[in-house]
């Protein structure tokens, strides 16, 4: 028989690479989708420049929610840390976290790496890969109880 605590790491694992995998599937998709646009709406801007903000929204997306399931389960999910201290690491790695983030995300936008419109709808895939995982695990639910 398991540990309860065993399942929930496991499922926390499986949810983390569930929504990884779905960021990816919906960003390679996202980028030929906005290769298609680009050529149609914009061909005189370089082939790379929408598809490339796709794949660095995308990416970041993922990064910062692995980032996030790793803080919770450090932070909060750790044996024996009291409530102070859980919140001070939690505040200090989500500051960490976040600005690492924002020098990206500042870099690629003041230096024009790649087109906003794509950056932005990368960083929106990884949303909507978090909403797929939750129906996914949902409806899995509603078949078990049924």
Request: a positive charge; aromatic letters at 8%; glycine letters at 8%.
């Amino acid at each position: 028989m398991r540990d309860p605590d065993q399942h929930g790491e496991h499922s926390a694992r499986t949810v983390v690479t569930g929504v990884t995998r779905k960021t990816a599937l919906l960003t390679a998709a996202g980028a030929v989708a906005a290769l298609a646009l680009q050529l149609t709406i914009r061909p005189d801007l370089p082939v790379w420049v929408m598809p490339a903000g796709v794949t660095v929204g995308g990416a970041l997306g993922a990064v910062n929610f692995r980032w996030l399931a790793y803080a919770v389960e450090r932070v909060y999910l750790k044996q024996g840390s009291t409530s102070l201290l859980s919140n001070i690491a939690a505040a200090i790695i989500s500051i960490l976290k976040l600005s690492v983030i924002f020098i990206v995300l500042f870099i690629v936008i003041k230096w024009n790496v790649v087109h906003l419109l794509g950056l932005v709808s990368g960083l929106s895939l990884c949303f909507l890969a978090i909403l797929w995982q939750g129906f996914g695990v949902l409806t899995d639910g509603v078949k078990q109880n049924h």
